[in-house]
């Protein structure tokens, strides 16, 4: 939605780590196996695909989701900003409740196909789900179980939490309430982005 809207390019760790998986690379088969099992794929590699995508994408402006998720990761990445001459406008901190990411993560479905995703709620489907897109069937992803839910919100408390006091500090940081609807909460970032633009 920001890139339809700004045009400015937005990736993730996740969007990169599959990509990286489709090509069939060392990297993406092994972080796919890690990731498969719950694990998180280690801070430097992480930080390594994304200065790559920056060097080929992020000239004109650049939006990550999901990233920085640690200190660790937090801080290579002003290295990084420092070494492209590229500050840092805004760290849009979502709040969302445990449940509601519980509730989000039950109704999720992706296509196998394409990637496609949405919610059991948001479309009505016959007895097999079927990406509109492209055919492929629609599944619950594999990540989504409870016991890893559980898993990656106490990774969460432990180590993307105090990204907040780190950007409050820097004076980047603006908080939005996420557990509203899409539309509402992409208002609000349309705004930031507008105001730091
Ligand atoms: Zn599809």
């Not at 430097?44 to 650049?62: A, M, N, P």
């Not at 801080?75 to 492209?84: C, D, K, M, N, P």
């Not at 296509?111 to 919610?119: I, K, P």
């Amino acid at each position: 939605m920001i890139t339809r809207q700004f045009g400015i390019p937005v990736t993730s760790p996740g969007a990169i780590l599959r990509r990286e998986k489709e090509l069939g690379t060392p990297l993406g088969l092994e972080t796919a196996e890690t990731t498969q099992h719950g694990g998180l794929v280690s801070d430097k590699i992480i930080v390594e695909l994304i200065e790559d995508w920056l060097r080929l994408h992020g000239s004109h402006g650049f939006v990550f989701d999901g990233f920085p998720r640690t200190t660790p990761q937090a801080e290579s990445l002003r290295g990084i900003l420092v070494r492209h001459r590229t500050p840092l406008d805004l760290a849009i901190w979502l709040d969302v409740s445990e449940s509601t990411v519980g509730e989000r993560i039950s109704s999720r479905l992706q296509c196998q196909g394409c990637g496609f995703t949405t919610t059991t709620a948001s479309a009505v489907f016959a007895e097999r789900p079927i990406c509109p897109y492209c055919d492929g069937p629609l599944v619950r992803r594999t990540d989504d179980d409870a016991a890893v839910l559980q898993k990656r919100l106490a990774e969460f408390n432990a180590k993307t939490q105090p990204l907040a006091a780190f950007y409050e500090k820097l004076g980047t940081l603006r908080r939005i309430d996420g557990n509203r609807d899409r539309d509402a909460v992409f208002g609000d970032i349309a705004r930031l982005i507008e105001q730091a633009a």
